[in-house]
């Protein structure tokens, strides 16, 4: 197949029609689509004099600033791939990231360089630092960039060339590179941007979700910049500042996790502010529809769910105008992309499950990865039959629209009876004062599993009169039996609650 892609077009189509247009928005930084075109294409000459050429790797270690797209667009304009890294790893991990996907260099973001040096050093990569305050050993990617003349455009690749590989955080084991191809990430973001969710050229995006993580990368960051919208950045997550900045900056669509909104809900209980939303987005783990209710409440918006996985690149259903919206469900396959329910205990083949029965959620299209690096049997293991097998448990209804009801890992088996989290969790979120809740399965010698429900609650929030309660609510056999509070949930990098984390603490 002829050269002929690059998800570098990206940037490169927008900044061509939209070269005085805010592109990024950072504090008091405005950096129309021009400027952040160019500085990519000088990114990518101090690249390549570091001796990197189409098909090396290198890695990013950089939280939501605008030096990720710069770092991001120039690697890709040179033909090179992406190794996004998690800006909360430490420098063990960080190294083993480097080590096994062969990076040939890591740009480092200063503040995060004291676990990023470490690792360089160890694995023996090479290293440049963006932002203030490094070390003065590290030389400074900007710097060169500001005495270094651009390359002229990007380099065409070939559709099923690589162009990102992330590292998915499995839950067992050690964490796997999944590839996303050129043509991975151009159909996603096409259809994403222009048949799923219509980002239009007047939108003012947030940019709060990691762009390391593919929900970031992909909708806001690459399905922004395709439809030339505003990106406003947000490095760190803090709801009263985030809802501060919604209307300082007339953000238009928000993009988030249900961590995200809960934490934005409460800080609305205290500021009065109310931003000029047309719409939001959801993604990452399930959203409760009490969540969804009360952000209609306060914030007058509908959110839009969708489901995915980096493997998937990330986005494989969504909730769409055109077939109407189901709160509570995922809604159905995008553009392109096929989802069905196979039955979970038939591990090498595909064999479908009738309308409305559990099974485990499989997909095909063109977003499907093209496997994990250097992990033939794992990528064997998940894709069967042109199908990828998710790992999670959903019913997909007679309209098409899928609803998630756990991970195939998450499921508690209590008295040989399957439990799904998910369904409990729905029903413990509509007792008053509940702002979060885990359900987790806990070694039992009886049961062999025991229902624990872990919440971050208001004041006077009573366990054992919600457990009480609950038994009304629930099957006799899926009432949580024990209830534990926290002051708040370990989160992973995209936002979704630990439960292995709560699992050893509470078992």
């Known amino acids: 197949m002829s050269s002929r892609v690059s998800v570098a077009s990206i ?4 900044a061509r029609r939209y070269p005085t247009h805010d592109a990024l928005v950072l504090g008091e930084a405005r950096i129309p689509y021009a400027a952040v075109w160019e500085q990519s294409r000088r990114y990518a000459a101090v690249i390549r004099d570091r001796g990197i050429k189409p098909g090396d790797r290198v890695a990013i270690l950089i939280p939501n600033v605008p030096q990720f797209a710069f770092a991001y667009y120039g690697i890709l304009a040179l033909g090179a791939s992406v190794v996004p890294i998690h800006s909360l790893l430490k420098s063990e991990e960080i190294a083993y990231a480097l080590r096994d996907s062969g990076a040939k260099l890591l740009i480092a973001a200063s503040p995060l360089i004291g676990e990023g040096l470490p690792a360089a050093l160890e694995v023996g990569v090479d290293i440049l630092a963006v932002l203030d305050g490094g070390p003065a050993e590290v030389l400074r990617l900007e710097v060169l960039a500001a005495a270094t003349a651009p390359i002229a455009t990007y380099l065409a690749r070939k559709p099923d060339d690589e162009a990102v590989v992330l590292y998915t955080s499995g839950t067992t084991g050690k ?3 999944a590839v996303l191809t050129h043509d991975n ?17 007047s939108d003012v995006m947030l940019g709060a979700l990691p762009l390391f993580h593919s929900f970031g990368q992909t909708v806001v960051l690459n399905g922004g910049f395709r439809a030339g919208a505003t990106i406003a950045l947000v490095p760190r997550f803090e709801p009263n500042a985030v809802l501060d900045l919604l209307a300082k900056e007339n953000v238009t669509l928000l993009v988030g996790v249900p961590t995200m909104f809960i934490g934005l809900l409460e800080a609305a209980k205290t500021n009065p502010i109310r931003p000029p939303l047309r719409m939001a987005v959801s993604g990452g783990s399930a959203l409760p ?11 007058g918006i509908d959110i839009y769910e969708g489901y995915g996985l980096s493997e998937t690149s990330p986005v494989a259903t969504f909730n769409q ?7 509570g469900t995922v809604g159905c396959a995008i553009w392109g992309v096929d989802v069905e329910i196979a039955n979970s205990e038939i591990p090498d083949r595909i064999e479908f499950m009738p309308t409305g029965e559990r099974g485990e959620i499989v997909i095909r299209g063109h977003n499907i990865f093209s496997g994990y690096l250097n992990k033939p049997e794992a990528t064997a293991e998940v894709v069967i039959d042109g199908w990828f097998r998710s790992g999670d448990i959903g019913i997909k209804d007679g309209d098409g629209f899928i609803s998630i009801v756990d ?30 809740v885990a359900v987790i399965g806990v070694p039992d010698e009886v049961h062999g599993e025991e229902i624990v429900a872990v919440l971050v609650a208001e004041e006077g929030v009573n366990g054992e009169e919600l457990r009480e309660w609950t038994k009304g609510h629930l099957g006799s056999y899926k009432y949580p039996r024990r209830i534990e509070f926290v002051d708040e949930m370990p989160l992973g990098p995209s936002g979704k609650v630990l439960k292995r984390v ?6």
């Open 11 to 14: 940037l490169a189509e927008s």
């Open 175 to 177: 964490p796997k590179g």
């Open 185 to 201: 990430i151009l159909w996603n973001v096409q259809t994403i941007a222009f048949d799923t969710i219509e980002i239009k050229h």
């Open 289 to 299: 529809v009490s969540i969804i209710e009360k952000v209609k409440d306060v914030f």
């Open 321 to 327: 105008e055109r077939y109407g919206r189901k709160p």
């Open 407 to 436: 991970r195939t890992k998450d499921m508690i088996i209590r008295g040989g009876f399957n439990v799904y989290p998910r369904e409990v969790e729905e029903v413990i979120m509509r007792y008053p004062g509940i702002k979060q």
């Open 502 to 507: 709560l699992a050893e603490r509470f078992s």
